[in-house]
């Protein structure tokens, strides 16, 4: 790439690991949903397939949805 990215062209799906990092990260302009904390990991998947956003997680829960 030659030009930056800008954040508005993100489409991001956080799960409940990193709800902190997708509330920042709607702040920086970037379209993030947010699991809540009954929400399951499929759902993240799901939502992120549906949608063509990327996965943003972390620790364990990464292998799990790889």
Same mark, same amino acid.
Request: glycine fraction near 8%.
């Given at each position: 790439?030659?030009?930056?990215?800008?954040?508005?062209?993100?489409?991001? &799906?956080?799960?409940?690991?990193?709800?902190?990092?997708?509330?920042?990260?709607?702040?920086?302009?970037?379209?993030? &949903?947010?699991?809540?904390?009954?929400?399951?990991?499929? &759902?993240?998947?799901?939502?992120?397939?549906?949608?063509?956003?990327?996965?943003?997680?972390?620790?364990?829960?990464?292998?799990? &949805?790889?």
């Amino acid at each position: 790439h030659t030009k930056p990215t800008p954040a508005s062209q993100f489409r991001l &799906v956080c799960d409940n690991m990193v709800c902190g990092l997708g509330k920042m990260l709607r702040k920086c302009g970037v379209d993030t &949903v947010i699991l809540g904390n009954e929400d399951s990991h499929d &759902v993240c998947v799901r939502i992120a397939n549906q949608q063509n956003r990327m996965i943003i997680t972390r620790g364990h829960i990464y292998n799990l &949805v790889r």
